[in-house]
C-alpha cells in the first residue's frame, strides 16, 4: 500500500498550482482590468468615413460652372478587411480581369493608397457588372460597389482657370489633415474656397467580430456636404470673352504674329470690383484632373504651354502704352504739363499748358535719339490728343518734367500714383497664385541692379530714363491684366480701387446662405470729376476720332448699317492700345516680339465695365488686341459682336 | 475471505454508494461546460445562418454516451478493470496504430482521428486511462520495496510505445500529459526523492532533444517561440494567446454575464468553445467564477486523491492517483495556457471544453475513480465489515 504522505504531497502540489492559476488570473481581471477593457472595445468596432459630395460652383445667374457631383457606381475596396495574401492570390487578379486594368496599376494603386486605405478603383461599373460582383463576392473579398462622388464639369475649359481643380493632397495639405486618399482643391476658386467646398466627411462606425463581419451599426454621421458657390462671373460673357481670345489668337497669326502663345482677359464691374469673366487661353479641361488620370504626355504638354496658368491673374507684363492712361490721369489731375523742346517752343500753344509738338524725336541725354512709334511724329498734340494717338514723346516729356521738379514732385511720383492704383503688388483677388507684378524705383534699381542684368541696366544710377520708361509702360514695368482692369476701374469710378471677387457668396447644403463678399476697397485715390470727364473723354477719342490708335478696330461698332457718327454705342466705349516691347528682356539681338494690350471702360457716361485684353507675343495693341476687346464691348453694350478683323497697326 | 467479502459487498448494492461529492462536481462542470459552449458558438453559428443550439446539442450527445460510459465502467470492479489491463493496453496501441493508416482522418494538419458513427474518435483520449492503467499494473510488485531503476525503465518503455504514436500524429501536448502521469506514478509507488530528481532532469533533457533535433512541427516551435516573447506578432503566432488574455480580462472581477461577453459573442478568440472554453467562462462569470471552477477542479482532485488512499490495494490507489494527475496536469496547462501563463499546447479543459472523445476519456476515468472508490478497503468500524 502507500503511504497517505504521497497522495497528500500530489495533492499540495496541486492546489500550489491552482494558486498560481488564481494569482495569474487576479492579475488579468482585476489589476489589469484596464488595458483589456480598452483594447476589447477598440477591435470590437471598425469606423469607415464616407466622403463628403463637394460643393457646386455657379454662375451670377445660378446657371452651372460646374455640374457638381455625380453619384458614379464603383469599385471600392476596403483594405482593413482582407489579408496580404487574400489580395495577392485573389483580388487583384480578380479585380485586373473585371476591370480591365493591369493588375501591376492596380498594385500601384495600393500601394499609393496605403494599407488599410478605402478606395475607388477603375472607372464606372454596368449595373450588371455591379450585379456580377455581389454574386460572386466570394471572388472579391474586401470588395463593394458604390456610388462615389465625382467632380464633373460639363463646361470642359469654360472658366477652367477660374474654377480651378482637384487633385491629391500635397504635403501641407496631408499636415492639414487630409487623407491620401483625399481629393482637394489645387488651383482657382476649388483651392481657394476649399474649407467651403469640401464639406465634413460622414463615418459609419460599425460593431465587428473577430472575421471582420458587421454586426451592426454603432454610430452613422452622415456627411455634410460642401457649400455652394455663387461666383461673380457671367456665363455668357464668359464665353464670348473666350471666344473672342481663341479669335484674337487667329487673327495675331493672320497678321504674321506667328509667335503668339496665349490670350488673357479680365472683365470687372468698376461699380464693386466683381469679376464679370476671366478668361486664359489655350485652356484646359479640369475633369482631366478629378476623374481617372491624367496621362504622362498630356501632362508634360499642358506643361510646356502652362495651359494650366491663369495669365489674367499670373501673366506679368510689361503694360506698353496702356499705362499711359495712368500717365495721363496723374498729369491730368496734378497738372503736370510736358516739357517742350526748345526748337519747338514757337509751335506750341501758348493759351493751354499741355500743349506739345511732337516731331517724332527726342534728344535726349547721350542715348542715340529716341523715336516715338510714328515716324515723323504726331505733331501738335495737347493732353488729350495724346492719349487718341498714343504719342510716346509727349509722355517721356511728362516723365522729364517730374524728374525736373523732383525736388517739389518726389522723384517717384509715378510710382507712387502707380502703387496707389495697385500695380506692383497683388490685388487680393480670392484665387490662388497671383503675381505681384513690379513697379521699379531707385530702391528696388540698385538692389537689383546686381543682381539681374538682364532686367536691369548694368551701369549708372537710377535716372530720368528709367522714369521716362516707366511712363510708356516699358522697362522693368510688369504688370499683370487683372491689375491693370482695377486700375482703370479705380480712375473711371471716382477713385476706388478694388480688392476684386471672384465669389460673391456661399449657400450650405440646406440653402441657407453662409457667406456674401462684401465689396472691399484695397485703396482709394483722388481723383477730381473734370479728370474723371476728361479721361472718359479722351479715352474715346482712342477708339472714335480721326487719329485714335484703336479707331479702325472699332470701325462698324454698331449694327450693319448705322454709320459710326450715328452710333451711340461707340460713344460710350473708351480705352487704350498698349504694345508692351519685350524685346528688352529677351536681349538686344532678341526678336521684336510685342505683347498687344487694350483696356478699355464702357459705358462712359455710366461706367460699369472695365475690359483687359493680352494678347501675349501677339504685336500690335491696335491691330489685335483692340479689335479683341471691340467684340467683347458689342457684346456688352448690346451690339451683335462681329468676327474678329485687324486693326490699325500702331504703336511699335 | 477478504476476497470474498468484498465480492459481497458489491452484489448488494445498497451499500455501494457512488463518491457523491466527485460525481457530483463532475455534474455541475458538465452542465456548465454546455451553458459555455452554447455562448460560444451559438452567435458564430447564427451569423452563418445554422442552428445556435447546433454545437451545444452534438456535445449533448457526447454527455449522454460518456454518462452511460461512466456508469458501465462504475459497475466494472478494480480487480476486474486489472484483470483486462492488458487487453486494453494492447486495443488502444491499435486504435493508435490505426489512426497513422488510412483509417484516421486529419483535422486542421494533425491526424488524430477515426471515423466512428456519431463521431470521430480520438484514440489517445481513450489511450489516457489506458495508460496509467498499464502503468498501475507494471508498479504493483509483489515484494518490492520502493521502485527499482529497472523497473522505472519498464515504465518508460511501456508509455513511450503510445507516447511515440501519438507524437507522430502529432499531439504534442498528449504527450506532455504522459511524461507528468508518468512522474506522478512513479512518485506515487515509491520512488526515491533522489530518482525522482534524476527523472526530471532527464525528463527535460528528452524535451530539449526534441526542440533541438527539430522533431516539433513548425507551428508547434512557433507557440513556444511566440510564448517566450509574448507581443512578437500580435496577429498570428500569439494571436491566440493575446486575444485570450484580453478576453479574460474583459470579465473583469464580477464578469460580464451570462451571454453578455462581448468578446466570446464577437469570436475573438479563436477555439473558444473548445480548447479555450475557460476564456468564456472568466469573460461572462469573472473572477469570482472562475475561481469557483478552480475551486471545484481542485477539490475533485483531492477527492480523487483521497480515493486513492481509501483504495484497497496498491493496483487501485496508482490508478486513481493517476487519474488525478491526469486531471490536474489538464486542467492546469490547459488554464494556464488561456492565461498567458504556458504555451499553447492544445489540451482542452476537462468536462467543459467541446468535443466527444476527450469527454468519453474523462467520464471512463471518473467511472474507473468511482469503481475504486466503490470497491475501497472497509474501514474499521464500517457496518459491512460486521456483517462479515
Given at each position: 500500500m502507500i503511504a497517505s504522505w504521497r497522495q497528500t504531497t500530489v495533492g499540495t502540489l496541486v492546489t500550489a498550482m491552482m494558486v498560481v492559476l488564481l494569482l495569474r488570473l487576479w492579475y488579468l481581471q482585476v489589476t489589469d482590468v484596464e488595458d483589456s477593457l480598452e483594447v476589447a472595445a477598440a477591435q470590437q468596432i471598425r469606423t469607415v468615413s464616407i466622403e463628403a459630395p463637394r460643393g457646386d460652383i455657379f454662375d451670377r445667374d445660378g446657371r452651372f460652372l460646374m455640374a457638381g457631383t455625380i453619384a458614379s457606381m464603383r469599385v471600392v475596396v476596403d483594405?482593413?478587411?482582407?489579408s496580404l495574401e487574400e489580395e495577392e492570390s485573389v483580388l487583384i487578379p480578380n479585380l485586373a480581369t473585371l476591370l480591365a486594368i493591369p493588375a501591376a496599376e492596380i498594385v500601384a494603386e495600393f500601394e499609393l493608397r496605403g494599407s488599410g486605405a478605402r478606395f475607388p478603383i477603375g472607372g464606372e461599373v454596368s449595373n450588371s457588372t455591379a450585379l456580377f460582383v455581389l454574386e460572386n463576392i466570394g471572388h472579391f473579398p474586401g470588395v463593394s460597389v458604390e456610388p462615389v462622388p465625382v467632380r464633373v464639369y460639363p463646361l470642359t475649359e469654360t472658366a477652367a482657370h477660374v474654377i480651378g481643380y482637384i487633385g491629391a493632397p500635397g504635403s501641407s495639405d496631408l499636415e492639414a489633415g487630409a487623407s491620401p486618399s483625399d481629393r482637394v482643391g489645387k488651383f482657382g476658386i476649388e483651392r481657394s474656397y476649399e474649407e467651403y467646398l469640401a464639406g465634413t466627411p460622414g463615418a459609419i462606425t460599425y460593431r465587428v467580430n473577430a472575421h471582420g463581419d458587421i454586426l451592426g451599426v454603432l454610430e452613422e454621421r452622415p456627411p455634410q456636404p460642401g457649400g455652394s458657390l455663387i461666383t461673380t462671373l457671367d456665363l455668357t460673357l464668359q464665353r464670348v470673352t473666350e471666344e473672342t481670345l481663341t479669335q484674337a489668337i487667329a487673327l495675331a497669326r493672320q497678321v504674321g504674329e506667328d509667335e503668339v502663345i496665349r490670350a488673357a482677359a479680365v472683365i470687372l464691374d468698376v461699380t464693386d470690383g466683381s469679376v464679370l469673366a476671366m478668361a486664359s487661353v489655350p485652356a484646359f479641361d479640369p475633369s482631366a484632373f478629378s476623374t481617372g488620370r491624367i496621362s504622362v504626355d498630356d501632362w508634360e504638354a499642358m506643361q510646356e504651354k502652362a495651359v494650366q496658368n491663369n495669365f489674367a491673374i499670373q501673366g506679368r507684363y510689361p503694360p506698353g502704352s496702356s499705362f499711359k492712361t495712368i500717365v495721363y490721369a496723374l498729369a491730368r489731375q496734378h497738372s503736370i504739363a510736358p516739357v517742350n523742346e526748345e526748337e519747338h517752343e514757337g509751335r506750341?500753344?501758348?493759351?493751354?499748358?499741355t500743349s506739345y509738338f511732337c516731331d517724332g524725336q527726342l534728344e535726349f541725354e547721350a542715348t542715340p535719339l529716341l523715336n516715338d512709334?510714328?515716324?515723323?511724329?504726331?505733331g501738335l498734340v495737347n493732353l488729350g490728343q495724346s492719349l487718341h494717338q498714343s504719342c510716346n514723346l509727349y509722355y517721356w516729356s511728362i516723365a522729364l518734367r517730374i524728374w525736373e521738379q523732383r525736388a517739389e514732385l518726389g522723384e517717384d511720383r509715378l510710382q507712387q500714383w502707380a502703387r496707389l492704383l495697385?500695380?506692383?503688388?497683388?490685388?487680393?483677388?480670392?484665387?490662388?497664385?497671383?503675381a505681384d507684378g513690379l513697379v521699379p524705383d531707385r530702391t528696388w534699381f540698385q538692389r537689383h541692379q546686381q543682381q539681374q542684368t538682364g532686367v536691369v541696366r548694368p551701369e549708372g544710377g537710377w535716372a530720368a530714363g528709367d522714369v521716362m520708361n516707366i511712363a510708356t509702360g516699358q522697362g522693368a514695368l510688369v504688370v499683370t491684366p487683372l491689375q491693370m482692369a482695377v486700375a482703370y476701374a479705380a480712375l473711371v469710378n471716382g477713385g476706388t480701387v478694388w480688392e476684386p471677387r471672384v465669389v460673391q457668396s456661399v449657400r450650405d447644403s440646406q440653402n441657407n446662405v453662409i457667406y456674401t463678399h462684401v465689396a472691399s476697397a484695397a485703396g482709394t485715390i483722388e481723383i477730381s470729376e473734370d479728370t474723371i470727364a476728361d479721361l472718359k473723354r479722351d479715352l474715346n477719342g482712342v477708339v472714335?476720332?480721326?487719329?485714335?490708335?484703336a479707331r479702325r478696330a472699332f470701325e462698324g461698332f454698331c449694327d450693319t448699317g448705322v454709320p459710326d457718327s450715328e452710333c451711340a454705342a461707340l460713344r460710350e466705349v473708351g480705352g487704350k492700345t498698349g504694345t508692351a516691347e519685350i524685346r528688352q528682356a529677351l536681349g538686344e539681338d532678341g526678336p521684336d516680339i510685342d505683347t498687344a494690350w487694350f483696356v478699355g471702360v464702357a459705358p462712359l457716361s455710366s461706367p460699369r465695365y472695365v475690359v483687359a485684353v493680352v494678347i501675349d507675343q501677339g504685336g500690335s495693341g491696335g491691330l489685335v488686341a483692340a479689335p479683341a476687346a471691340r467684340r467683347i464691348f458689342q457684346y456688352l453694350m448690346g451690339e451683335t459682336p462681329d468676327p474678329l478683323r485687324r486693326g490699325d497697326d500702331t504703336e511699335r | 475471505m477478504t476476497m470474498l467479502g468484498r465480492v459481497d459487498l458489491r452484489d448488494d448494492p445498497r451499500r455501494a454508494r457512488p463518491d457523491v461529492v466527485m460525481v457530483g462536481i463532475v455534474a455541475v462542470l458538465t452542465a456548465l461546460g454546455l451553458i459555455l459552449i452554447y455562448s460560444a458558438s451559438a452567435p458564430r453559428l447564427r451569423l452563418v445562418g445554422d442552428d445556435p443550439n447546433g454545437q451545444m446539442i452534438r456535445q449533448l450527445i457526447f454527455v449522454a454516451i460518456g454518462i452511460a460510459a461512466m456508469i458501465g465502467t462504475s459497475l466494472i470492479t478494480d480487480r476486474s478493470w486489472r484483470m483486462v489491463t492488458p487487453l486494453i493496453f494492447a486495443g488502444v496501441i491499435l486504435l493508435l496504430l490505426a489512426t497513422i493508416t488510412p483509417l484516421g482522418v486529419e483535422r486542421q494538419g494533425a491526424q488524430r482521428w477515426i471515423p466512428f458513427g456519431v463521431m470521430d474518435l480520438q484514440p489517445s483520449e481513450l489511450a489516457k486511462p489506458a495508460v496509467i492503467l498499464a502503468l498501475a499494473v507494471l508498479l504493483?510488485?509483489?515484494?518490492?520495496i520502493g521502485v527499482s531503476w529497472r523497473r522505472i525503465g519498464k515504465a518508460a518503455a511501456l508509455v513511450a510505445l503510445p507516447a511515440a504514436l501519438i507524437f507522430m500524429q502529432p499531439d504534442f501536448g498528449t504527450m506532455l500529459v504522459f511524461g507528468f502521469i508518468t512522474v506522478v506514478m512513479l512518485f506515487m509507488a515509491g520512488t526515491t526523492t533522489r530518482q525522482l530528481m534524476i527523472l526530471l532532469v532527464g525528463g527535460l533533457l528528452v524535451m530539449v532533444a526534441i526542440i533541438e533535433l527539430d522533431l516539433l512541427r513548425d507551428y508547434q516551435l512557433a507557440r513556444i517561440i511566440g510564448f517566450l516573447n509574448p507581443g512578437s506578432d500580435p496577429l498570428s503566432v500569439n494571436y491566440n494567446q493575446i486575444q485570450s488574455q484580453i478576453t479574460i480580462g474583459n470579465g473583469g472581477l464580477f464578469g460580464s454575464g451570462l451571454f453578455q461577453g462581448a468578446q466570446t459573442n464577437l469570436a475573438f478568440v479563436p477555439a473558444q468553445s473548445t480548447d479555450f472554453i475557460f476564456t468564456a467562462l472568466a469573460e461572462q462569470l469573472g473572477f469570482l467564477g472562475a475561481t469557483v471552477v478552480l475551486a471545484l477542479y481542485t477539490v475533485l482532485i483531492w477527492r480523487m486523491l483521497a480515493v486513492s488512499v481509501a483504495a484497497r490495494d496498491k493496483f487501485a490507489q496508482l490508478v486513481a492517483g493517476g487519474i488525478a494527475a491526469m486531471f490536474a496536469f489538464h486542467v492546469f496547462v490547459n488554464v494556464g495556457m488561456t492565461l498567458g501563463l504556458l504555451p499553447v499546447t492544445g489540451l482542452p479543459l476537462p468536462f467543459m471544453s467541446f468535443g466527444g472523445s476527450f469527454y468519453l476519456g474523462t467520464a471512463v476515468s471518473v467511472g474507473i475513480v468511482n469503481s475504486i472508490w466503490m470497491n475501497r478497503s472497509p474501514v474499521p468500524g464500517d457496518r459491512r465489515l460486521a456483517s462479515l
Amino acid at each position: 500500500m502507500i503511504a497517505s504522505w504521497r497522495q497528500t504531497t500530489v495533492g499540495t502540489l496541486v492546489t500550489a498550482m491552482m494558486v498560481v492559476l488564481l494569482l495569474r488570473l487576479w492579475y488579468l481581471q482585476v489589476t489589469d482590468v484596464e488595458d483589456s477593457l480598452e483594447v476589447a472595445a477598440a477591435q470590437q468596432i471598425r469606423t469607415v468615413s464616407i466622403e463628403a459630395p463637394r460643393g457646386d460652383i455657379f454662375d451670377r445667374d445660378g446657371r452651372f460652372l460646374m455640374a457638381g457631383t455625380i453619384a458614379s457606381m464603383r469599385v471600392v475596396v476596403d483594405r482593413q478587411l482582407i489579408s496580404l495574401e487574400e489580395e495577392e492570390s485573389v483580388l487583384i487578379p480578380n479585380l485586373a480581369t473585371l476591370l480591365a486594368i493591369p493588375a501591376a496599376e492596380i498594385v500601384a494603386e495600393f500601394e499609393l493608397r496605403g494599407s488599410g486605405a478605402r478606395f475607388p478603383i477603375g472607372g464606372e461599373v454596368s449595373n450588371s457588372t455591379a450585379l456580377f460582383v455581389l454574386e460572386n463576392i466570394g471572388h472579391f473579398p474586401g470588395v463593394s460597389v458604390e456610388p462615389v462622388p465625382v467632380r464633373v464639369y460639363p463646361l470642359t475649359e469654360t472658366a477652367a482657370h477660374v474654377i480651378g481643380y482637384i487633385g491629391a493632397p500635397g504635403s501641407s495639405d496631408l499636415e492639414a489633415g487630409a487623407s491620401p486618399s483625399d481629393r482637394v482643391g489645387k488651383f482657382g476658386i476649388e483651392r481657394s474656397y476649399e474649407e467651403y467646398l469640401a464639406g465634413t466627411p460622414g463615418a459609419i462606425t460599425y460593431r465587428v467580430n473577430a472575421h471582420g463581419d458587421i454586426l451592426g451599426v454603432l454610430e452613422e454621421r452622415p456627411p455634410q456636404p460642401g457649400g455652394s458657390l455663387i461666383t461673380t462671373l457671367d456665363l455668357t460673357l464668359q464665353r464670348v470673352t473666350e471666344e473672342t481670345l481663341t479669335q484674337a489668337i487667329a487673327l495675331a497669326r493672320q497678321v504674321g504674329e506667328d509667335e503668339v502663345i496665349r490670350a488673357a482677359a479680365v472683365i470687372l464691374d468698376v461699380t464693386d470690383g466683381s469679376v464679370l469673366a476671366m478668361a486664359s487661353v489655350p485652356a484646359f479641361d479640369p475633369s482631366a484632373f478629378s476623374t481617372g488620370r491624367i496621362s504622362v504626355d498630356d501632362w508634360e504638354a499642358m506643361q510646356e504651354k502652362a495651359v494650366q496658368n491663369n495669365f489674367a491673374i499670373q501673366g506679368r507684363y510689361p503694360p506698353g502704352s496702356s499705362f499711359k492712361t495712368i500717365v495721363y490721369a496723374l498729369a491730368r489731375q496734378h497738372s503736370i504739363a510736358p516739357v517742350n523742346e526748345e526748337e519747338h517752343e514757337g509751335r506750341v500753344d501758348a493759351s493751354d499748358p499741355t500743349s506739345y509738338f511732337c516731331d517724332g524725336q527726342l534728344e535726349f541725354e547721350a542715348t542715340p535719339l529716341l523715336n516715338d512709334w510714328k515716324p515723323g511724329g504726331h505733331g501738335l498734340v495737347n493732353l488729350g490728343q495724346s492719349l487718341h494717338q498714343s504719342c510716346n514723346l509727349y509722355y517721356w516729356s511728362i516723365a522729364l518734367r517730374i524728374w525736373e521738379q523732383r525736388a517739389e514732385l518726389g522723384e517717384d511720383r509715378l510710382q507712387q500714383w502707380a502703387r496707389l492704383l495697385g500695380f506692383g503688388s497683388q490685388t487680393g483677388i480670392d484665387l490662388p497664385f497671383e503675381a505681384d507684378g513690379l513697379v521699379p524705383d531707385r530702391t528696388w534699381f540698385q538692389r537689383h541692379q546686381q543682381q539681374q542684368t538682364g532686367v536691369v541696366r548694368p551701369e549708372g544710377g537710377w535716372a530720368a530714363g528709367d522714369v521716362m520708361n516707366i511712363a510708356t509702360g516699358q522697362g522693368a514695368l510688369v504688370v499683370t491684366p487683372l491689375q491693370m482692369a482695377v486700375a482703370y476701374a479705380a480712375l473711371v469710378n471716382g477713385g476706388t480701387v478694388w480688392e476684386p471677387r471672384v465669389v460673391q457668396s456661399v449657400r450650405d447644403s440646406q440653402n441657407n446662405v453662409i457667406y456674401t463678399h462684401v465689396a472691399s476697397a484695397a485703396g482709394t485715390i483722388e481723383i477730381s470729376e473734370d479728370t474723371i470727364a476728361d479721361l472718359k473723354r479722351d479715352l474715346n477719342g482712342v477708339v472714335n476720332s480721326t487719329f485714335g490708335t484703336a479707331r479702325r478696330a472699332f470701325e462698324g461698332f454698331c449694327d450693319t448699317g448705322v454709320p459710326d457718327s450715328e452710333c451711340a454705342a461707340l460713344r460710350e466705349v473708351g480705352g487704350k492700345t498698349g504694345t508692351a516691347e519685350i524685346r528688352q528682356a529677351l536681349g538686344e539681338d532678341g526678336p521684336d516680339i510685342d505683347t498687344a494690350w487694350f483696356v478699355g471702360v464702357a459705358p462712359l457716361s455710366s461706367p460699369r465695365y472695365v475690359v483687359a485684353v493680352v494678347i501675349d507675343q501677339g504685336g500690335s495693341g491696335g491691330l489685335v488686341a483692340a479689335p479683341a476687346a471691340r467684340r467683347i464691348f458689342q457684346y456688352l453694350m448690346g451690339e451683335t459682336p462681329d468676327p474678329l478683323r485687324r486693326g490699325d497697326d500702331t504703336e511699335r | 475471505m477478504t476476497m470474498l467479502g468484498r465480492v459481497d459487498l458489491r452484489d448488494d448494492p445498497r451499500r455501494a454508494r457512488p463518491d457523491v461529492v466527485m460525481v457530483g462536481i463532475v455534474a455541475v462542470l458538465t452542465a456548465l461546460g454546455l451553458i459555455l459552449i452554447y455562448s460560444a458558438s451559438a452567435p458564430r453559428l447564427r451569423l452563418v445562418g445554422d442552428d445556435p443550439n447546433g454545437q451545444m446539442i452534438r456535445q449533448l450527445i457526447f454527455v449522454a454516451i460518456g454518462i452511460a460510459a461512466m456508469i458501465g465502467t462504475s459497475l466494472i470492479t478494480d480487480r476486474s478493470w486489472r484483470m483486462v489491463t492488458p487487453l486494453i493496453f494492447a486495443g488502444v496501441i491499435l486504435l493508435l496504430l490505426a489512426t497513422i493508416t488510412p483509417l484516421g482522418v486529419e483535422r486542421q494538419g494533425a491526424q488524430r482521428w477515426i471515423p466512428f458513427g456519431v463521431m470521430d474518435l480520438q484514440p489517445s483520449e481513450l489511450a489516457k486511462p489506458a495508460v496509467i492503467l498499464a502503468l498501475a499494473v507494471l508498479l504493483t510488485p509483489e515484494n518490492e520495496i520502493g521502485v527499482s531503476w529497472r523497473r522505472i525503465g519498464k515504465a518508460a518503455a511501456l508509455v513511450a510505445l503510445p507516447a511515440a504514436l501519438i507524437f507522430m500524429q502529432p499531439d504534442f501536448g498528449t504527450m506532455l500529459v504522459f511524461g507528468f502521469i508518468t512522474v506522478v506514478m512513479l512518485f506515487m509507488a515509491g520512488t526515491t526523492t533522489r530518482q525522482l530528481m534524476i527523472l526530471l532532469v532527464g525528463g527535460l533533457l528528452v524535451m530539449v532533444a526534441i526542440i533541438e533535433l527539430d522533431l516539433l512541427r513548425d507551428y508547434q516551435l512557433a507557440r513556444i517561440i511566440g510564448f517566450l516573447n509574448p507581443g512578437s506578432d500580435p496577429l498570428s503566432v500569439n494571436y491566440n494567446q493575446i486575444q485570450s488574455q484580453i478576453t479574460i480580462g474583459n470579465g473583469g472581477l464580477f464578469g460580464s454575464g451570462l451571454f453578455q461577453g462581448a468578446q466570446t459573442n464577437l469570436a475573438f478568440v479563436p477555439a473558444q468553445s473548445t480548447d479555450f472554453i475557460f476564456t468564456a467562462l472568466a469573460e461572462q462569470l469573472g473572477f469570482l467564477g472562475a475561481t469557483v471552477v478552480l475551486a471545484l477542479y481542485t477539490v475533485l482532485i483531492w477527492r480523487m486523491l483521497a480515493v486513492s488512499v481509501a483504495a484497497r490495494d496498491k493496483f487501485a490507489q496508482l490508478v486513481a492517483g493517476g487519474i488525478a494527475a491526469m486531471f490536474a496536469f489538464h486542467v492546469f496547462v490547459n488554464v494556464g495556457m488561456t492565461l498567458g501563463l504556458l504555451p499553447v499546447t492544445g489540451l482542452p479543459l476537462p468536462f467543459m471544453s467541446f468535443g466527444g472523445s476527450f469527454y468519453l476519456g474523462t467520464a471512463v476515468s471518473v467511472g474507473i475513480v468511482n469503481s475504486i472508490w466503490m470497491n475501497r478497503s472497509p474501514v474499521p468500524g464500517d457496518r459491512r465489515l460486521a456483517s462479515l
